[in-house]
């Protein structure tokens, strides 16, 4: 029978956090007798509420084709297609001991809205119905909440639990289940009819002081009962499986593996191709290579939707060497493959043609039966590469949705394939290559093979002229093809596109650029062809119902970016501008970018940029891409891990948004432990936010999770080679991931014995999950750590780890902190280094940093020592850094040091405020003159009565506006006597740093004062 999944990640808890996933078996609505067509990975997404198409208890529903499922307050029942004239099979789950106070409720109410028109009588219409992307049920149990989400063609669901709640109180009664098992997978397999409900084994870590720890989960069954057991562990701590990242696992044997592709079938089951140099490479009831000498042969290998069983898994190739470029799924799970071989043996099924005998590299093509057992066929096109001198030259493969197999390369051979009344009529031969595209129907026979040739006459030597290595190929829904590379002068172009000249350095014999062709369905004719200026090639495209997305790299600043686009600029390197990801949305004609935008951080000191691997389209139109990349600051976007080895290469997975505009998700997806890193990173979109990746890495820590096919490497696995990966990344799934700055501290020279003041790390969560730090470790006794992150960092949030380091040596000494957290990837390992010597060093009470708090006018004081380490000799003391009007004094100025010995000394700093006292004088005779003017004021009323009375009085009273005047002038002209103006000599509000130093000779030490006026 066919088998269709449910993945049912029972995801991150508060506190807890159990694993598990649905898989069925369903027999086919046509025919019970028959082999079981797949129907349960055709559910739904969304949820409808129940307002009377259906019975009274169920609150919400899912279905499609006589499947479903139906929500209950106190139950989940699983309804299974039958024949005609047979009752439907139906399997429920009752929560036994639910809490009476628990409720449904929706989440994310969508769009659309579902349609009943049953009958005759519209008045029983059921119209307008809201849909949902999630059905929570609130407070399941006391602490426990339950929520129900769609995932494309799966179901999944997330039990909370809060801190301290026992995960057996979780308690399931199955009805409507002939037999129930639990198998020796730890798999609970429920048999309905002819169907068979498989919920397989929950796996769970949790983070403890001692580091990341796996919990074995299991399912307990007593009768029909089934509940949730768990080793013993620290219920202070959370029990994680990890979120994001739903498995994550090697696919390698001991010596050098690589992959190619991937491919998802609509079931979810993932298919893997590479090339392997390995002999224990995994295998698993496929078809049997009897000319593979398994060394340097491609593999073959599918993997169900949990990541943990492999259904097969095969060589393929002969004892020359074999390359594959490609995997695609038709629509009755056949794997088709494209690449190359060097194998005179290579297995052939139906072939276009035979191996010549000379030591040549040949195109093929294959297909494999769905169980992995046989070739449906297998052919070789045409020569490739002459004495193995192009084995690996660009090459690319693909599949649409009819199965046909699309492969595109190069060739030289006059004899490869041309099919009448296709664009390229003849071949130019050695040693002239040229671009070929084939495409073969699901039986292996030629539907069309075309060449494309160059414009130029073609002369000795000159490969640059017509030259145009292919590395992407595409199919829309009409059947036409899109390539993309890179190309010399020649190429084919039309008129109107975005550059129909090259766009290169004619005068550079070396020089190529992007470019983009479609052919038509016959490959009759080009519809468009154009180059990609500022470009250095199309490294991977995917047509879309309005366009092609196109992606690669570019160290050109000019590159076209459109406006609004999520990032403008190339981050400049150390030592380039260089290595940057593009990404472009081509309109239907060619003719213009719709949208087009840089992705990239800044290049790592070795110059290692972004290159750009891998895109393709997701059912919403969002362009995800893959790929590696040198830069520690490349754009994240609430990661599922945001741990990247420095100056090395890094994969990453990144979702934007249709326009461009701005990232949806984006996260590092590598290992830390290796030399490469994950050096190619390939990817496929799931449904509603999910994608799958496959890569390489030598990364012996690249993060697995448990339960996974192979959590851990090969015994005897060399570390000097690269090995396959595969990962599938859910981004519903909410997860913390842990950054940290710096990863590098250096604490300079420190007077031994004499401890330094801390350094911060600081510990960020760039993920939408709470961070949990665990154990920080320390190698030596040198260095010490204090920190602030006890408690759970919110996302968003940081917390801080304050490292100190006291030298008991003279020698530069380089050690470890490492910090293990519950965020997806290896522990963090923090760079520390220094070095003692026999000098001097200044320090605070405590060790604290020194900083004071004074209002304007007030002074600062600062009580430090001086400790000699091992240093004896006169040091000098001085203070810089201080603010305009604030002096800064050191008391004493120099000390006499002995060994080993501490002194106290003082640091003052005064500050001004508002010169009041002398504007004050000036304002006293100005209102003493004033009020004398006013006392005289009313004597001059009269001309009389003032002449008699001046003489009545004493002649002081003439002077009085005399007085008054000066008065006048002093205050208005205070300044200039040396007494400041109003705002004058004022220390400004604000925080300061300066710097007390301690010399001697050519030792020197300083200390930073941090002074704030309020």
């Not at 490969?463 to 829309?476: L, Q, R, S, T």
Request: proline fraction near 6%; charged fraction near 10%.
């Amino acid at each position: 029978m066919a088998v269709a999944r449910w993945v049912v990640a029972l995801a991150v808890f508060t506190h807890l956090f159990v694993g598990c996933s649905f898989a069925a078996e369903a027999p086919s609505r046509q025919s019970l007798d028959n082999d079981a067509k797949v129907l349960l990975g055709r559910l739904p997404i969304l949820f409808e509420r129940n307002l009377g198409q259906t019975k009274a208890e169920y609150k919400y529903l899912t279905h499609e084709e006589g499947m479903g499922v139906a929500l209950s307050r106190d139950r989940v029942s699983f309804f299974f297609p039958a024949a005609t004239g047979e009752a439907q099979q139906f399997l429920s789950m009752e929560f036994v001991g639910r809490s009476r106070k628990s409720r449904l409720y929706p989440l994310e109410q969508r769009r659309g809205h579902i349609n009943y028109l049953v009958g005759r009588d519209a008045a029983r219409w059921k119209t307008q119905i809201p849909t949902f992307s999630k059905i929570r049920y609130n407070a399941l149990y006391p602490g426990v909440d339950l929520v129900f989400y769609g995932n494309g063609r799966e179901l999944e669901h997330d039990f909370a639990l809060a801190p301290g709640v026992d995960p057996r109180s979780i308690v399931l009664q199955v009805d409507g289940a002939r037999n129930l098992s639990i198998n020796a997978s730890g798999d609970l397999l429920a048999q309905v009819g002819k169907s068979e409900l498989r919920v397989r084994k929950p796996v769970a870590y949790q983070v403890t002081p001692a580091g990341k720890r796996s919990v074995e989960t299991k399912y307990s069954l007593r009768g029909s009962r089934v509940s949730f057991l768990t080793n013993s562990y620290d219920h202070r701590l959370p029990l994680i499986i990890d979120p994001a990242v739903t498995y994550s696992t090697w696919l390698a044997g001991s010596n050098r593996d690589t992959v190619a592709g991937v491919a998802v079938d609509s079931a979810g089951y993932l298919y893997v191709t590479g090339t392997t140099g390995s002999t224990d490479f995994p295998t698993k009831g496929g078809y049997v290579c009897t000319t593979c000498t398994h060394k340097g042969n491609l593999f073959i290998t599918k993997l169900d939707p949990t990541g943990s069983t492999l259904v097969y898994s095969t060589y393929m190739g002969g004892s020359g060497g074999d390359q594959s470029y490609g995997i695609g799924i038709d629509s009755n799970g056949n794997a088709l493959v494209g690449g190359t071989t060097g194998s005179s043996d290579f297995p052939l099924v139906n072939s276009y043609t035979t191996f010549s005998g000379f030591t040549t590299t040949y195109a093929f093509v294959l297909s494999l039966s769905a169980d992995g057992t046989q070739l449906n066929y297998s052919s070789l096109l045409g020569q490739t590469g002459l004495f193995g001198t192009y084995p690996t030259s660009p090459m690319a493969f693909t599949v649409d949705s009819a199965g046909d197999a699309f492969l595109t390369g190069q060739t030289y051979d006059a004899a490869f394939p041309i099919t009448p009344g296709t664009i390229g009529t003849s071949i130019v031969s050695y040693p002239f290559t040229n671009l070929f595209v084939t495409k073969l129907d699901p039986t292996g026979n030629l539907s069309y093979s075309t060449i494309i040739p160059g414009t130029l006459p073609y002369t000795n030597y000159a490969f640059d002229k017509n030259d145009f290595p292919p590395y992407a190929v595409g199919i829309d829904s009409s059947g036409a093809a899109y390539i993309g590379g890179k190309a010399g002068p020649g190429l084919p172009t039309t008129a109107g596109t975005i550059s129909p000249a090259f766009a290169g350095d004619l005068n550079n014999p070396s020089s190529y650029v992007g470019f983009l062709l479609k052919i038509n369905a016959t490959a009759s004719s080009i519809v468009f062809g154009t180059y990609i200026p500022n470009t250095d090639f199309v490294r991977t495209l995917a047509p879309h119902t309005s366009g092609t997305y196109i992606a690669g790299s570019t160290s050109s600043t000019s590159f076209a970016v459109t406006p609004g686009a999520f990032q403008t600029t190339i981050p400049p390197g150390q030592f380039c501008t260089c290595n940057a990801g593009y990404v472009a949305d081509v309109n239907s004609a060619a003719s213009a970018y719709t949208n087009a935008t840089f992705l990239a951080g800044t290049p790592a000191t070795s110059n290692f940029g972004t290159n750009i691997m891998a895109i393709a389209v997701d059912d919403s139109e969002s362009p995800w891409v893959s790929g590696v990349t040198g830069s520690s600051d490349f754009p994240l976007k609430v990661p599922a891990m945001a741990l990247f080895p420095e100056a090395q290469g890094g994969g990453f997975v990144t979702q934007l948004k249709a326009d461009l505009s701005s990232l949806l998700f984006s996260t590092f997806l590598t290992g830390t432990s290796g030399i490469y890193h994950t050096y190619q990173l390939f990817l496929w979109p799931g449904a509603n936010g999910t994608a799958f990746a496959a890569g390489s890495t030598d990364d012996a820590d690249f993060p697995t999770t448990a339960g996974s096919f192979e959590p851990a490497l090969p015994a005897g696995t060399s570390l000097n080679n690269t090995h396959t990966t595969v990962a599938r990344i859910d981004t519903n799934i909410p997860a913390p991931a842990a950054s940290y700055s710096p990863v590098l501290v250096n604490f300079g020279n420190q007077a031994f014995g004499v401890s330094s003041l801390p350094e911060t790390v600081t510990v960020s969560d760039l993920g939408n999950a709470n961070l949990q730090v665990g154990k920080i470790s320390l190698a030596g006794t040198d260095f010490s750590q204090t920190n602030t992150c006890t408690a759970p960092v919110p996302p968003g949030n940081s917390c801080q780890i304050n490292v100190v380091f006291t030298p008991s040596t003279v020698v530069q000494q380089v050690q470890q902190m490492t910090v293990a957290t519950n965020s997806f990837g290896p522990s963090q390992v923090i760079v520390l280094q220094g070095a003692g010597n026999p000098g001097f060093a200044l320090t605070s009470p405590g060790n604290v940093p020194p900083s004071q708090t004074v209002s304007a006018g007030q002074s600062a004081i600062y009580n430090l020592n001086l400790i000699s380490g091992g240093y004896f000799g006169n040091v000098a003391l001085s203070c810089s850094g201080a603010p305009q009007y604030a002096t800064c004094t050191v008391n004493p100025s120099s000390i006499a040091l002995a060994n080993n010995q501490q002194a106290a000394l003082t640091v003052s700093i005064s500050t001004s405020q508002l010169a009041l006292a002398a504007a004050k004088g000036n304002w006293d005779v100005l209102a003493g003159g004033f009020l004398l003017a006013v006392a005289f004021a009313p004597l001059g009323f009269r001309k009389e009565t003032l002449q008699r009375k001046l003489r009545a009085i004493c002649p002081v009273a003439r002077i009085v506006p005399l007085i008054f005047l000066a008065g006048i002038a002093v205050s208005c002209g205070g300044s200039s006597g040396g007494a400041p103006g109003p705002s004058s000599h004022t220390v400004s509000t604000g925080t300061y740093t300066l710097q007390l130093a301690a010399t001697s000779g050519g030792m020197a030490q300083n200390i930073n004062l941090t002074l704030k006026v309020q």
